[in-house]
């Protein structure tokens, strides 16, 4: 219990260790100092080493909190203060081992550092700080500007892009689109083609006009776009729930450049997916 305290402290940037009272006792006790506060954790309240702890504690002029279930204990009593985890019984059949004391003791220090993390003005790039891997880390770090295939390892098409060319294009890239620009050497974006725009091109063409469409004919001229600062989840949740209420399979990524969107690179939902992005 006092290990998972400690942890949720910390990983909410209030420094915080687990002190073993044994091992305290013999040496470890100089990790404390007078600026630090102790949380005891006893159920009865009468747990020797901790007992035998107080005066040392005492010494060095630290302040006590002690979480216990008795509140005429010594812990309770020795304590600057202390907060009551007091249970009818333990689930343990016997009443004996440690399970609902435990279950209470561990709410109570999880709002404790929940509290401290609210008063403190923990923000959620704070938590992504402590959290670089994992589900958490993921969700809280990654940007957009991390999983996006850059512009560099793209080909950009122009309004007048043939229908050839632009299949040709986005076959090539491989990546379900392409992006056209009025200017490749500003790479300026005007429209998105996928290849469902391309699908629904042939369908809504008679086959002897395919040959004269160019892409100002197929693209969206009004695409979804995101910043490169944009997390990796937001990106996630606005594919699949977006104002134009269709599906999305990549959106392009920009920086505003004169008022202009300057095209950075183009965001995959299969790299998302691959990532493990939820």
């Not at 990983?11 to 949380?39: E, K, N, Q, R």
Request: glycine letters at 6%.
């Amino acid at each position: 219990v006092a290990r998972k305290i400690a942890a949720t402290f910390s990983s909410l940037g209030l420094t915080s260790i687990y002190l073993c009272p044994l091992d305290a006792l013999h040496g470890d006790i100089g990790v404390v100092s007078a600026v630090d506060i102790c949380f005891l954790i006893s159920n009865s309240g009468e747990t020797n080493e901790l007992v035998q702890l107080l005066p040392h504690f005492k010494k060095r002029d630290v302040a006590l909190i002690s979480i216990v279930g008795k509140i005429d204990s010594t812990l309770a009593k020795n304590s600057d203060c202390f907060l009551l985890s007091t249970v009818d019984r333990e689930v343990c059949p016997l009443n004996l081992a440690p399970s609902a004391s435990t279950t209470v003791a561990m709410a109570i220090g999880d709002s404790l550092a929940a509290v401290s993390a609210e008063i403190r003005g923990v923000s959620h790039e704070d938590f992504a700080f402590n959290h670089p891997l994992g589900i958490l880390g993921k969700q809280l770090s990654i940007t957009v500007s991390d999983l996006m295939i850059p512009v560099s390892d793209l080909n950009s098409l122009d309004p007048k892009s043939s229908f050839q060319n632009l299949i040709g294009t986005i076959t090539k890239d491989g990546i379900g689109c392409g992006y056209v620009v009025n200017n490749r050497n500003d790479n300026h974006l005007v429209g998105i083609i996928t290849d469902g725009d391309l699908r629904r091109a042939l369908e809504n063409n008679n086959p002897t006009n395919w040959s004269e469409l160019i892409a100002s004919d197929l693209m969206i001229s009004d695409p979804i776009t995101l910043d490169k600062h944009t997390l990796a989840s937001e990106a996630l949740k606005l594919m699949e729930q977006n104002p134009k209420k269709i599906a999305i399979s990549n959106i392009p990524i920009v920086k505003i450049d004169n008022g202009f969107k300057k095209v950075l690179g183009i965001l995959r939902l299969h790299d998302l997916i691959k990532e493990g992005i939820k």
